[in-house]
Structure formats: C-alpha cells, structure tokens
C-alpha cells in the first residue's frame, strides 16, 4: 500500500496513455483466459429479429431507418443475442468463445458519477455443456474473470507505483441476492451493494431477475438471455467513490425451459416470434455462458477517477461540469 505523502496524479495526458495500456492488457488476459476470439459485431441490428437486449425492459432502443430503403434499425443495448447467433454460425465448439467491442447509447440513462449515455464494454460468450448450467460452473467462470482482475490491477499499478494502490482482496465473495435482502432487509439493492462491497471489497451477487421474498427483484433483467437463477454482477467497493460499482453482468443463458418460465413471469411470450426465440425454443443455439465488462467502468475504478466522464469522452449537462469544475476533475 502506498503512502499517502507520495499520492501523484495522472494528468490528462497520462490518463489518456494510461487508458489504452490498461484496455489493451486486460483484453489479452481475458481472451487467453476464457478461450475468447475477438470478432467483428454490429453497431446496430433490425428490431424484427429480436436480437436487441431489452435490459430491464424501459429502455427504448435509438432507431432510425434508412434514407433510401425502407428498413428499421435499432442501435445495440448490448450483444447478449447475437453472439449465441454468430457462435453457432461461425462454427465454435465446446468451451471456445468469442468477444467483441460493444458501444451503445442508452438515452435513457439517469448521469452520475459512474453512468452516462455512452456504454462501451466487452462483451463476451462462450459454449458449454448442457451440465456446465450449474452454480459451480458459474463461480469457477466468475473467480476465472475475477483472476483477470487481479492481474490488470498488478500491471497497471506497477506501471504507475506512485500514483495507484491496490485494491483488490485476494478473493472475491459470493452471495446470494436473497441472502443479501436477509443479511440487510430494511435497505435498498443499491444500499445492500454498498454495504457488503465496503466489507468485502470484490462481490459477486447471484440470482437476478426473479422476485425475492421481499417481493421485488434485487434489479431487473430481461427474461430472455440471462437464467435468472445462474446470472449475476461483479462489484467493486471503490474508495475513490466510497461506493460498490459494478464491472460486470453476466451469467449462464437461459435454456428452452428458462427462456419460457421467465418470459411467462416477465409477460414477454409474444418476442417468441422472433427469430433469435424461435432457434433457441428449437435447440438451435448452443448452451453458453456470457456477459459484458464495462470498458470505461474499468478505467474509473483501476485509474482512481472520480467520475466517469475523466475517462470516457461523451455528453454531460451544465450542472454536471460544473460540478466536476469546482471539485478540479479533468472532465474529457
């Protein structure tokens, strides 16, 4: 750990350099690590497919059509979909998987210190078995995630001794979202995050999507990617924030039987039309497992920022810079 006396700061210039080292290596680990080819994926898809991620189903996707045919376009909210789709078409096998830089506009998006209206993330698949969709399985996929982690935070500290410390406990902590409702149930999700993140440092939450017994979800997924019980977030508990921010969501895909309980939960069996249901209700699509990691997210959280918008070049509103100007923070 570093002595506070020798705390320097990475000016923009240096966090602009710093940025592409700490990508550029925490994408080679990731891809040696889960057996991941990098791939091409779209910027946008056709409605019509149903290969769009619906998040938690409020977010409207940005459209458009196409000036000279009469075509509708939807910009991706995430890659969850199509990469079960180019897995199967470009002929993987059993534990090989791919990646791909996603960028995605999110209009909807309440600012703040670790949101904006611009994702940008890894996103990621790999094939399993059908009796890999299990919660070991999960965890060993998660702890293999989490070991990337780790490395990324010896690296980039090492390129930079004196101006970052390190973070990260040995290893990361597994809870339930029903288990953390029980351990605090008079918090909120977002209170129950900060709280066990500021104990444990590195948490993975499982299970997101169904009712607790609370009544409420600990946070909403779309029904038709995730398996709501073999899902989850990789958390972090951020002492440049003071708060639990989330790196990753990601989880084991749902099945032909999860894809119709879920989706009969969340009143979503009309999608069942659309192309990417039809081949997964007919075991067209091979079982896998994915997610997504937030590139800028990474950034804010190895890099010591305290605000999303010093690593990530988009939109803010007047009360934000200004705020960002009087607490000195190079906004990009």
């Given amino acids: ?47 019509e497919t149903g290969l769009n991620d619906n998040l938690s189903g409020v977010e409207k996707a940005v459209g458009f059509k196409l000036r000279n045919y009469d075509i509708n376009v939807e910009i991706v909210q995430s890659l969850a979909k199509w990469k079960r789709f180019a897995l199967k078409k470009y002929g993987f096998d059993y ?88 351990l605090y149930p008079d918090k909120s999700p977002k209170e129950r995050e900060d709280l066990i993140c500021k104990e444990k440092k ?13 009544g409420s979800p600990h946070d909403f997924r779309s029904p038709d990617y995730d398996d709501w019980d073999l899902n989850g977030d990789i958390l972090f508990w951020d002492p440049s924030l003071q708060m639990a921010v989330e790196l990753s969501s990601m989880g084991i895909r749902v099945d032909e039987k999860s894809l119709k309980n879920q989706s009969e939960i969340a009143n979503t069996t009309d999608r069942f039309t659309f192309d990417y249901h039809k081949a997964l209700l007919e075991g067209e699509l091979p079982y896998t497992v994915g997610g997504g990691i937030g590139q800028s997210r990474i950034c804010l959280f190895f890099l010591e920022k305290k605000h999303i918008g010093e690593v990530q070049a988009t939109i803010w509103n007047q009360e934000i810079l200004e705020d960002c100007n009087i607490r000195g923070l190079n906004i990009l």
């Fill in 1 to 47: 750990m570093r002595n506070n006396s020798e705390v320097t700061f990475l000016d923009l210039r240096e966090t602009q350099i710093a940025i592409k080292s700490l990508k550029d290596f925490f994408e080679r680990e990731l891809s040696n690590t889960l057996n991941l080819a990098r791939v091409s994926a779209p910027l946008f898809v056709r409605p």
């Fill in 95 to 182: 534990y090989e998987g791919i990646y791909a830089d996603m960028d995605a506009i999110r209009p909807d998006e309440i600012l703040d210190e670790i949101h904006s209206i611009y994702v940008d993330q890894w996103d990621w698949e790999k094939i399993i078995k059908k009796e890999d969709r299990n919660t070991g399985y999960l965890h060993y996929i998660v702890r293999e995630i989490y070991s990337v982690f780790k490395r990324t935070e010896r690296y980039i500290n090492s390129v930079y001794p004196n101006a970052l410390s390190d973070k990260l406990p040995e290893d990361i902590y597994f809870i339930s979202s029903q288990e953390l409702e029980n």
């Fill in 202 to 214: 590195a948490v993975f939450i499982q299970g997101i999507g169904h009712p607790l017994d609370s």
